[in-house]
């Protein structure tokens, strides 16, 4: 390939970049709504668990990328394989799909508890996304054994 054949893709390219950019600045808000957010009561303040469906209204896929609360200064995405949680950077929220953090499952963990939450207190946490501004979610702390009724059936 020669330079000229070269300079003239990158135009091109950089010219479909813009387009795709202005095509999406258009769009409404980011469409994330996020339903049955809970904590089960924490056993100590070395961790917590925090189970939710996110869902994805939007018709572009997004990414859930981490989280802040008041209640620790760690916040961390696991999944579970293998019954084993492991630490991943990021998880996918399907365009026009969900993303289930469930018992057993996917979860965001709360590492270094500030205090230790009793059920029927409330934890604030701010969801960060790829794409999507923060959203923050109130977390209904519930009993130890407590699973979400719009968890899958098993
Ligand atoms: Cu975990």
Redesign the pocket.
Known sequence: MNARTTRTLAAALSLTAALALSGCSGDSEPKIAVSGAFMPQPVSDK?A?AFMVIKNNAETADKLTGATSPLSDDL?V?ETKDQK?QQVQSMDVPANGELRLERGGN?I?LMGLKSTPKVGDKVTVELRFEKAGPVKVELDVKERTYNAQNSKAH
Do not use: A, E, K, S
């Open positions: 961790m668990g961390q696991h949680m979860h963990m």
